[in-house]
């Protein structure tokens, strides 16, 4: 391994986006011959991440048709990073220089944003990195030498984007590449740290600077009722059950009541028969509420057609009531939902720029 290393290291400097010799040589050492020898330590990975071995993904790219300024090859949990647009994974960049290479703990930095994926916002990723970091902060002490900054100086978007996504990583040195022996030991230490990520977020329904659950459910469910093979989006995380569900709306509804309540209202749920969620009336005077709980923090919620469209007829007379950060408990049976950060928005006006349509029901004329 230190000796393929050294080979990309030494063809970086010649990069060129044409499938030159020199790209046809790193694109092999890339895409095959690195991962054939991370393969070779797939149990040793699998025991490392504590996910099964079926569940070790390898793969190296050094992009498809033109060649990228700046090649990888990543170990991660096919069923949590599908793809290295999201999810959190161990991964090899190489400088474009040829002077340095990393085993960066990173993360996808693009998102499904219902419709295409675009590139990260950096204040969501710090969001995700201060996240992740507190969460492998006893293993990291182990070591001294692990980096929060990772300096690939690439001249292209694509490779620039990869240094915002770091946690924490190993830098070697060109000149000073360490034995294969030493690369195997870093490599799963680093696959440890990942395990403990995935096992963390695991137990979580949101991390900060993702997109939220119910978004994610969404967007999956509109895709596979319109058949497609795969929903875009996938395998940033688990989905909700039904009881989570349950048990977040009920929350939410809870907290909503008390708020309404202590400043007067009547307050009457009504969420199981009509498009709404709290009729409330005080004298004269009468509001009709949505109500949305989430374990996000609130800046995107799901709407139904229905829900907008009443929402605008009952408008000034409305409210939109968002209770976010609520704790979800999946330790217990059935999970429990508590805290929360109630908001309230009244009267509450729908503006078209504030939607995102996810799905369309298209005639035919069949």
Known sequence: MDELVSAVLDL?????????????????????????WLREHAEALAIAM?????????????GTGLKTEIPWARVYSESRSPSATN???VVYLF????????????????????????PREPADLKRRIDWARPRIDEAARERTDLVTE??????????????????????YQRNNIPSADVLSDDLLYMARLLGTLYKAADATTYIPGDVPVEVREATQSAATTANRR??????????????????IEKRSVLLATEHFAAQGWSVKDVGATKPYDLHLTRGDEI??????????????????????????????ANA???????????AVEPATATGGVLHCISPWTIEEETLTVISYIHRTGL
């Open 50 to 62: 504590d996910i099964p071995l079926n569940d070790v993904g390898v793969e190296g790219r050094d």
């Open 287 to 316: 509001l009709y509420v949505e109500v949305k709980g989430t374990t996000s923090d609130g800046s995107q919620v799901i709407l139904t057609r229905a829900e907008v469209e009443k929402q605008r007829e009952f408008a000034p």
């Open 150 to 171: 990772i300096h690939l100086g690439a001249r292209t978007p694509l490779g620039r984007g990869y240094e915002p996504g770091n946690v924490v990583a190993i830098e």
């Open 12 to 36: 970086q400097p010649v990069w060129q986006a044409q499938n030159t010799e020199p790209m046809k040589r790193r694109g092999v050492i890339v895409r095959t011959e690195i991962p054939v």
């Open 230 to 247: 795969r929903s875009p989006g996938g395998g940033q995380g688990f989905l909700l059950t039904a009881a989570e569900r349950s048990a």
């Open 95 to 118: 400088s474009h220089d040829g002077e340095r290479v990393y085993l960066s703990l990173n993360q996808g930095t693009t998102q499904w944003t219902g419709g295409v994926f675009k």
């Open 87 to 89: 999810g959190w994974y």
């Open 320 to 330: 939109l009531v968002i209770v976010h950060s609520i704790e979800l408990d999946r």
